[in-house]
């Protein structure tokens, strides 16, 4: 069975630092992979999408970034965090229409 | 910009009343899908149906996909705690993206 992990669960980043999240999944090949943001108790910011190694579309500009080195592995970067950079991110896989999430990552900038 | 409406977007009841929440749009969808999210997890999906017209019942959960393809509702019976949550539904377009609602904040109260 397919699986996502997402890491880590919680991070607290002061302002102006780097910031690298990791996601994998197991279980399923080229699959469609996402990180969204979601403000708390609202719905879901989409903020890049990849349907492929290397093929990364960003919906909003922003002060952040996305990698697929890998099949199975999508990476959220930032050079330089802001405090609006805060939130709760998510990662997701899809295969055709519905979409699998990870646990989340709780980002503090401080 | 296709936009999904998702009312209300906070209800709470007591235990054992009955409640509906809806998704709306102007623009047709390939499928539609409700996701549950608790507090500090990722969504979880609970339905999908791609039919005008489609109903699916899951337990005290009732699925409607209007018969145009543009609209969804979920119904719950008898509501008990544990259906607390975050609602949220989900259009699906043909090049694997979804369109989200805001979500619907639940409360069932004992």
């Known amino acids: 069975s397919q699986t996502i992990h997402q890491w880590p669960a919680t991070l607290v980043q002061p302002v102006g630092s780097p910031l690298s999240l990791e996601c994998t999944v197991e279980?399923?090949?080229?699959?469609?992979l996402y990180w969204y943001r979601q403000a708390a108790g609202r719905g879901l910011q989409l903020l890049f999408y990849s349907v492929g190694i290397g093929q990364i579309s960003s919906e909003v500009p922003q002060n952040l970034s996305a990698s697929r080195p890998q099949d199975r592995q999508f990476i959220l970067s930032s050079k330089k965090l802001l405090l609006s950079d805060s939130g709760f991110y998510l990662c997701a896989w899809s295969g055709q229409v519905e979409a699998f999430f990870g646990q989340g990552t709780r980002l503090t900038v401080v | 910009t296709q936009l999904l409406e998702q009312s209300p977007q906070f209800l709470s009841i007591q235990e054992g009343e009955n409640l509906t929440v809806y998704c709306n749009s102007s623009?047709?969808?390939?499928?539609l899908q409700w996701y549950r999210q608790e507090p500090g997890e990722g969504p979880v999906l609970l339905v999908t149906?791609?039919?005008g017209g489609e109903v699916k019942k899951l337990k005290r959960l009732t699925f409607q996909f209007g018969d145009a393809r543009k609209d969804s509702s979920l119904h719950i019976t008898a509501a008990q705690p544990g259906d607390t949550g975050l609602y949220l539904c989900?259009?699906?377009?043909?090049?694997?993206?979804?369109?989200w609602g805001a979500g619907t904040k639940l409360i069932i109260k004992p």
């Open positions: 279980g399923t090949s080229n699959p469609n």
């Open positions: 623009s047709v969808f390939s499928s």
């Open positions: 149906v791609v039919t």
């Open positions: 989900a259009g699906g377009r043909s090049n694997y993206q979804l369109i």
